[in-house]
């Protein structure tokens, strides 16, 4: 029996060895997704460590990571097998921050004034509960039924739905939450973020401040053939920057996210492969260039933080967002932006009245048809950092759908020609959870 359990301990050992071995360079990544996840997860949303690692963190090989929460020091450390450790740091006011072993945490630091007045009026325009609302055309028992088929049922692992929001002439029509979440629970948008980060060069356009059509203000691209590349290209991802976006590996997208200080830099010192406006390329870097692009727009370091929340987040009472920084201190326009399921329909509901917040106008009519007009190269699936269905991707709805989407099947669905918003937050994209089923359900509950 000894030698039994001796030989399964070294059948263990040279397996540990062998994972350690092959995944070594991703240790440092692994250990950085973890670490960040695990911060803003408990310190932004006040999820446990249990519930992080079995939700956010059950991805393979970020299970691998070893985790620890330290509450009275705001912070969460990981590390895979002892190796590889690394540390994410929370501030009240700029959510977590993954650092390295040179950044200075007792450095002082600027957060953005907010400012968040009661408003009485209902949701989503006023800061009270929304009205009771119901409207003939709407099969709710068929809408009841659509919203709950997209949550797992009997304990199953699929779907890995946490909340759906759907809203219909302004009202709620449908809310429902998977267990442990609710309609205070922020939930991380992942790349959603990227289309929060364009919605400012729309409003600062609305404002006379930027030319779309203007080469980008990079000087370092000033006198070589980048200097042809324009804020157009780059909001259509169309710049011909060279740019890798795979996460089951190590890339450009990954080490920018959990190795660099600066993130808008890796983009920006990217050679040119392409030919602008003819050569699209989702790339995170790409926002964070522009999130970077932005910070110039501004005298101080205050301004450009304030000026996230008071032209927009704050402005349509997102009031539970944050957006996480760098260890520059910029905005992550690619990834951070974490919100109430709510809170993202109304950006949602932004973009369905075009730019205008009950009566307030935010950014040009013209820009929500700018942002959800095909980019050329792109095969009609992207616009201007939205997603869109002019393509068909999803089959049974409009095809004047567009949408913000992240990672894991994070999505603000708006479809103008139906007057809808809807919201699906989760663990899980197309791969296992059937959207287009999802949408032709939900567009069924609407009689004619």
């Known amino acids: 029996m000894k030698k039994t359990f001796k030989i399964a301990g070294i059948l263990l050992l040279i397996a540990i060895l062998y994972i350690v071995f092959t995944n070594y360079p991703k240790l440092e990544l692994i250990s950085g997704f973890s670490a960040k996840n695990v911060a803003s997860?408990?310190?932004?949303?006040?999820?446990?460590?249990?519930?992080?690692?079995?939700?956010?963190?059950d991805i393979k090989l970020i299970r691998l990571a070893n985790n620890t929460i330290d509450k009275s020091g705001n912070f969460a450390t990981s590390s895979v097998f002892g190796l590889q450790k690394r540390k994410a740091v929370y501030r009240e006011g700029l959510g977590s921050l993954l650092i390295d072993e040179d950044f200075d945490v007792t450095k002082p630091y600027l957060i953005p004034k907010r400012i968040q007045p009661k408003i009485d009026l209902p949701y989503p325009f006023g800061t009270n509960e929304p009205k009771d609302s119901a409207f003939s055309e709407v099969n709710y028992s068929k809408l009841n039924k659509a919203v709950a088929n997209a949550f797992d049922k009997n304990k199953a692992v699929e779907r890995r739905t946490r909340s759906v929001v759907i809203l219909y002439k302004d009202h709620i029509i449908a809310e429902k939450y998977e267990d442990g979440f609710d309609k205070n629970?922020?939930?991380?948008?992942?790349?959603?973020?990227?289309?929060?980060?364009?919605?400012?060069?729309?409003?600062?356009q609305y404002q006379n401040k930027i030319n779309l059509?203007?080469?980008?203000?990079?000087?370092?691209?000033?006198?070589?053939?980048?200097?042809?590349?324009?804020?157009?290209?780059?909001?259509?991802?169309?710049?011909?920057l060279e740019w890798e976006e795979k996460y089951d590996k190590i890339c450009d997208a990954t080490k920018m996210l959990f190795k660099s200080k600066d993130m808008g830099q890796v983009q920006l010192e990217k050679p040119l492969i392409g030919k602008p406006n003819s050569s699209w390329n989702y790339s995170s870097g790409t926002s964070n260039l522009l999130s970077k692009i932005l910070r110039k727009q501004f005298k101080t370091q205050q301004e450009y933080l304030d000026f996230w929340y008071s032209s927009l987040i704050d402005k349509i009472g997102m009031y539970s967002m944050i957006v996480e920084t760098d260890m520059t201190g910029t905005y992550v326009g690619s990834s951070y932006a974490w919100a109430t399921t709510r809170d993202w329909a109304k950006f949602g509901l932004l973009y369905l009245h075009n730019g205008n917040w009950n009566g307030e106008q935010l950014f040009d009519a013209s820009w929500s048809k700018y942002v959800s007009t095909p980019t050329a190269t792109s095969d009609g699936k992207y616009g201007g950092h939205l997603w869109l269905n002019s393509g068909g991707k999803y089959p049974d709805a409009p095809r004047d759908l567009y949408y913000a989407s992240g990672f894991q099947g994070q999505k603000v669905i708006i479809i103008p020609s139906k007057d809808l918003i809807i919201v699906r937050m989760g663990l899980t994209d197309d791969e296992s959870f059937d959207f287009n089923e999802f949408l032709k359900e939900v567009l069924e509950s609407f009689g004619k």
Not at 41 to 57: A, M, P, Q, T, V
Not at 217 to 238: C, F, G, V, Y
């Open 41 to 57: 997860g408990h310190f932004i949303d006040n999820r446990s460590l249990d519930l992080i690692e079995k939700s956010d963190n």
């Open 185 to 204: 629970s922020r939930i991380l948008g992942w790349s959603m973020t990227k289309s929060i980060t364009a919605t400012y060069f729309g409003i600062l």
């Open 213 to 240: 059509n203007n080469p980008a203000p990079i000087s370092e691209w000033a006198n070589d053939e980048r200097s042809k590349i324009t804020l157009n290209n780059l909001i259509q991802m169309n710049s011909g």
